[in-house]
């Protein structure tokens, strides 16, 4: 699927199984015109009614992430899920026995879902390509990995940085239902594994269940231009 060729707006832009849940990516449109109609009416009247609340650019994406939310709910099987709407702290509530977590950028919403096997997930989206975050780095990344992505060729730096910065964010979502916190860039540590894994390394300020989490990354083939993040954390197991 190209998806540098956009089709019609609050459509499936792809589909796939990614290591640790089934994820939906839906193109995003103007809140008017082609399709809205016919995506709003897909929603459940409590999310129309928190629709009808939002600015013109929040309507797209919070539509476009909960048609993806839904599609990845069916993909598990999880037909007529009811009203998903936000927790106090901003993530989708979902059904008793789910995970997931959502994310867009202008173009793109994203939904990644699971069985709730006692992790929680967070997902994010970024575009390769992106410019402007090597001057970010010291605010993004620790000083361990601020040496490791200066070791790398010059081409390859933006990449990496736009990276890490993607899985940190995706590490954030995942750890949130624990921490209930706002937590910073120099609190995790990521290193990149080749063919998709991150190494992760928690150095939380405050901490409260101690935690196991991991990460991973998928870019390139199908969805190119699009980088997707995604983490899962659970209370560490003892003995």
Known sequence: MDLLSPSSPFTVAFERTLPYGWCVGVW????????????VSRLHADERHHLATLGARRQSSWLGGRLALRRA????????????????????????????????KDRLAVALVARDEGWTMGVDLEEEGARGYLHLARRILTEREQEQVSALEPAARERELLLRFSGKEAVYKAIDPFEQRYVGFHEVELETRPGGGFAVH???TSQGTPLTVEAGWSGGDELAPFLLTFARAAPRRHG
């Open 28 to 39: 995003l449109g103007p809140a008017s015109g082609e399709g809205w109609d016919a995506a």
């Open 73 to 104: 709910l069916e993909g598990l099987g999880v037909l007529a899920p009811g009203p998903l709407l936000s927790t106090a702290r901003g993530a989708p509530r979902l059904p008793p026995g789910v995970v997931g977590s959502i994310t867009h």
């Open 202 to 204: 928690l150095l939380l």
